[in-house]
């Protein structure tokens, strides 16, 4: 039983210590560079989790994970048929359910890939994505939409919405950051590559 | 000394927890089974499943099933959705380990039990994935042993109760079995 606890809290620790940095939280536009954009989104998922869905017990470093969907990104598009590797998780943003979150990105456009929700130590949720989202080198802020998941009793996805939630997004937006750059909208679109 | 006069009450617990037998059913319970090859697993053979309860939720959601050469089968199951949660054997003379666990993640298939009868599950195999570093598993769907097959090795198990006349009555409607 130790052992299996010592593994669980390894597995963590090693999941925040090895991977590479996510994309930052912003909290003031001072923190974003000359050539970088605020990405602004929202996950929602219904039903929403239940407090005993995840469960961490006897693990270290879940914050990143509670409550959290990572999103994977890259700047190249690709279809994630397996789970990601520790490479894959760079560059993630870790979006908290229900809440609008406000990350610091490059001023390219890139892709969210995949999206993977944390049960336990051992058990995940991937979550369907495959979007474009379209950063320009103009852009400082760009809201992506709300990307809201319909699930069943057995977490398989029903629906898949991108939901256009950008009056309530940019009434946060000012409020936190002021009204001197301007919050473009520029939902994420699905990526076709069905042949 | 003392170790093998402990083993041999373990084996003898174990036979007295592994009763085979059907209790009589009780309205609206389903009789739920299926069938797991475990000729690939390191584990000797299938001693262990269980079952997850998603809906209703309950505190106690998993579901022990009974076990009989491959067959996991458990009566009187409530109307509910529910899904594979783990299933297990014992490891062989010379295996690393004494009992192997396998578990189903809890994003996968699930089914759900509506009016009371038989719910047949599926045959399945289990195949070795990943590597010897990172052991993984699937778990295949496979054609024989079929239904009425899974039947036939569980329906000495229900004798004397509710249970054994539908599940004759199903292997009546599956029509003759396999030529061997």
């Known amino acids: 039983m130790i052992r299996a606890r010592v593994c669980a809290a390894l597995v963590c620790a090693l999941l925040a210590a090895c991977v590479g940095p996510a994309l930052s939280p912003v909290e003031s536009l001072g923190e974003v560079g000359s050539d970088q954009v605020v990405i602004v989104g929202r996950v929602e998922l219904l039903p929403p989790l239940a407090k005993d869905e995840q469960n961490f017990k006897n693990m270290v470093g879940t914050d990143m994970l509670r409550n959290k969907l990572l999103l994977i990104t890259a700047e190249k598009w690709r279809r994630m048929s397996a789970a990601p590797e520790r490479a894959d998780y760079d560059n993630r943003i870790e979006a908290p359910f229900e809440q609008t979150f406000f990350v610091r990105s490059g001023s390219k456009p890139f892709y969210i890939l995949l999206g993977e929700l944390w049960l336990s130590a051992g058990d995940k949720a991937y979550f369907p994505a495959g979007f474009r989202v379209d950063v320009r080198p103009t852009d400082k802020a760009v809201y992506i939409g709300t990307l809201r998941y319909r699930r069943d009793e057995f977490f398989q996805f029903t629906k898949r919405d991108v939901v256009d939630d950008y009056e309530r997004a940019n009434a946060e937006f000012r409020k936190k950051f002021g009204s001197k750059y301007a919050l473009r909208k520029a939902l994420v679109t699905p990526v076709n590559d069905k042949k | ?180």
């Open chain 2, 1 to 180: 000394m003392r170790k093998l006069v402990f083993c041999w009450v373990l084996i003898l617990l174990h036979g007295c927890a592994s009763n085979k037998s059907l209790e009589e059913a009780i309205s609206p319970g389903s009789l739920v089974f299926g069938y797991m090859d475990m000729g690939e697993a390191p584990a000797t053979e299938l001693t262990a499943f269980s079952l997850r309860q998603v809906l209703p939720k309950t505190d106690k959601p998993f579901l022990h099933m009974r076990t009989h050469e491959g067959v996991f089968y458990i009566e009187n199951v409530a109307p509910g959705s529910y899904q594979m949660s783990q299933f297990g054997g014992p490891g062989g003379m010379f295996s690393s380990a004494s009992f192997y666990w396998f578990n189903f993640p809890r994003q996968s298939d699930g089914f759900r039990v509506g009016k009371p009868g038989l719910y047949y599950l599926g045959s399945y195999k289990y195949k070795k994935a990943g590597s010897i570093f990172n052991p993984k598993f699937d778990v295949e769907s496979i054609k024989t042993p079929d239904e009425r097959e899974a039947i036939e090795k569980i329906l000495p198990f229900s004798k004397g109760t509710k249970w054994e006349g539908q599940l004759r009555e199903r292997v009546n409607q599956l029509g003759a079995g396999r030529k061997k």
